[in-house]
């Protein structure tokens, strides 16, 4: 006689020996496993992950398989794979949170010249393309190169009081280099600047976001106590260059971050490497490691390497970015896998309560 059919609780004891590699926590206690049925010997459920870019999303499908194939009286599984990003649920001080933006990602860095946009740019699209709602705010007022970088223009629209974001590769996106002329140069102080971040909050309809990317400028300005204080930040990443005189101004850029209760999602090594195209030679050009050392000495993840890569400066002139013009190479590869960290390290922050004191920064 064949075994009986498994009910829901011994499907679901069984599920319980799959383990999210990040939170440490089983898929049902996560409240991951929805829509468990069972029709004789086949029995079907959906994990529904917290993001899209889910780093082991084909590991836990796998291992969900075989722990419920195990079981007694069964002949198939199926499962079905969805995501629903979860919103950052830390407090800010005096903050506001921006209507259907799930999770604000600041990417910043201690000095100029470290790449920072360029990475940005395409984290953001990157998460894009894995199946996430993602905006990009251009905060870097001074600089802002997020237009070339993905080959858009103004002028900008409103639909009512709302300013409506450009929409390029997937993504919504405002900067202050679509209300200015090319050789326009922005002359403002602080309180100005803490106007113009408020309103690319506040007065921009960016709809239904799982993750608005926020481009800083270099430093510990203006800009990065303005964002504290105007939104709740599910984190920030900061990018460097390998050598210690980038070190060092990245290490005060997490120090900032954390001084405004803003959690460090980790660091980016940008310019980590340089492989000769003609016979595969790796160069240290600026050093290598030392973002990894770093985080480790911090405290923070570490989130990958960047190698110097040619095509990745042609494609931001260009207002194609890497993850797009060739997402099969290394360099591509290196921005896919940081921002599926990202993405893991964001969903750690929304699951994990507050630790630090909410203290206001004057």
Not at 109 to 131: F, S, Y
Request: hydrophobic letters at 45%.
């Amino acid at each position: 006689m064949p075994p009986a059919s498994p009910d829901q609780v011994a499907v679901l004891d069984a599920l319980r020996s799959v383990q999210d590699p990040d939170l440490h926590r089983d898929i049902v206690d996560l409240g991951f496993v929805k829509e468990v049925t069972i029709e004789g010997g086949r029995v079907s459920f959906t994990i529904e992950l917290t993001t899209p870019a889910c780093p082991v999303r084909d590991q836990m499908r796998d291992q969900a398989r075989a722990a419920v194939g195990r079981l007694p009286g069964v002949s198939a599984v199926d499962v079905t794979m969805t995501a629903n990003v979860r919103a950052s649920t830390r407090p800010h001080t005096g903050a506001v949170p921006v209507p259907g933006v799930r999770n604000v990602v600041a990417v910043g860095a201690g000095k100029g010249g470290v790449g920072k946009t360029t990475v940005a740019v395409n984290l953001a699209i990157a998460l894009a393309k894995a199946g996430s709602r993602v905006g990009l705010v251009d905060g870097d007022i001074y600089g802002p190169n997020v237009p070339i970088m993905l080959g858009i223009r103004g002028p900008l629209t409103a639909d009512g009081d709302k300013i409506l974001p450009i929409e390029q590769y997937g993504l919504k996106a405002i900067s202050m280099g679509l209300l200015t002329t090319d050789d326009s140069p922005v002359i403002w102080r602080g309180p100005i600047l803490h106007s113009v971040i408020r309103q690319f909050f506040q007065e921009v309809s960016w709809g239904e976001l799982d993750y608005l990317v926020v481009d800083m400028p270099p430093g510990t300005g203006d800009v990065a106590l303005s964002l504290s204080q105007t939104v709740p930040v599910a984190g920030a990443i900061v990018v460097t260059t390998p050598q210690e005189v980038s070190l060092a101004d990245s290490r005060k850029a997490v120090r900032m971050y954390q001084k405004l209760n803003i959690p460090v999602l980790g660091l980016i090594e940008n310019m980590s490497y340089f492989v000769c195209p003609s016979c595969g030679h790796e160069s240290d050009i600026f050093g290598r490691g030392g973002a990894e050392q770093a985080a480790v000495e911090l405290g923070v993840p570490f989130l990958g390497q960047i190698p110097i890569y040619e095509p990745i400066r042609v494609g931001g002139d260009r207002g194609r970015p890497l993850v797009l013009s060739e997402p099969e190479s290394p360099a591509a590869r290196a921005l896919f896998a940081a921002a599926e960290r990202t993405a893991a390290q964001v969903s750690i922050a929304a699951c994990q309560k507050p630790v630090i004191p909410l203290t206001p920064v004057v």
